[in-house]
């Protein structure tokens, strides 16, 4: 799976949107861009994934550019109950064969809401 | 239940114990996935399960790791004569069949003294 490169630490201000980037310059053609957040103590949560269109859920929108190599994880209206960490993961289809079923988290980003 | 579940949520045990640690998944996910987090760092991948068969064990970091799966639903991971290097949070996943989306449980809290 491609490597992917996130800020480790960001803050944003209760209320506004909070945009988290990710690089990901070695992404191939079939591999999807996961994103699930971890708040303290908790297991990871699912947020969103896409390979080339831009998505939108109840919980954020994914942009992917177009050359696919970077994308942002919006969260329009940040609480504080976002505050967590961020981990973006570029990850084959899981029929694709190989070991495409293992997620491979990096560090993340923290993010911290403040009120 | 809604979503995967896992006990204990803490577990404290002392060097040399073993353990058990169970993981309850998505009702008809037949993907099942174990995952160990340390402090500060990412959740790394331990094994996979597709059914009841371990798919890939290749995360296990010694033989004294062990996991199963007997009826394809419930998962129990197994640590022998533990150490202190155990001490971290587990975390278990599933998914449908060919899912692409991985859900994870609440984790296990593991200290070993």
């Known amino acids: 799976d491609a490597k992917t490169t996130q800020p480790p630490s960001m803050d944003c201000a209760e209320g506004r949107a909070a945009n988290l980037p990710c690089n990901h310059s070695t992404i191939s053609g079939n591999e999807y861009v996961y994103w699930y957040r971890q708040i303290h103590s908790q297991g990871p949560q699912y947020i969103i994934h896409?390979?080339?269109n831009n998505e939108t859920n109840e919980m954020a929108s994914l942009i992917i550019t177009e050359d696919r190599k970077s994308s942002t994880l919006i969260l329009p209206h940040a609480t504080l109950r976002d505050t967590a960490v961020y981990y973006c993961i570029v990850r084959a289809p899981f029929t694709s064969g190989g070991s495409n079923y293992k997620l491979t988290f990096g560090k993340g980003t923290l993010l911290t809401v403040n009120p | 239940g809604a979503g995967v579940s896992q006990t204990p949520s803490n577990k404290v045990t002392e060097k040399g114990k073993y353990v058990e640690l169970r993981c309850d998944p998505i009702s008809g996910h037949t993907a099942l996935y174990w995952y160990r987090q340390s402090l500060g760092q990412g959740p790394e991948f331990l094994i996979y399960f597709q059914g009841t068969g371990a798919a890939d064990d290749s995360g296990l970091p010694n033989d004294r790791f062990f996991a199963v799966r007997p009826e394809g639903s419930v998962s129990t991971l197994k640590i022998q004569r533990t150490e202190r290097g155990d001490s971290a949070m587990y975390l278990c996943?599933?998914?449908?069949?060919?899912?692409?989306?991985?859900?994870f449980g609440p984790g296990t809290r593991l200290t070993v003294l």
């Open positions: 896409g390979l080339k």
């Open positions: 996943a599933s998914s449908s069949l060919f899912g692409n989306t991985q859900y």
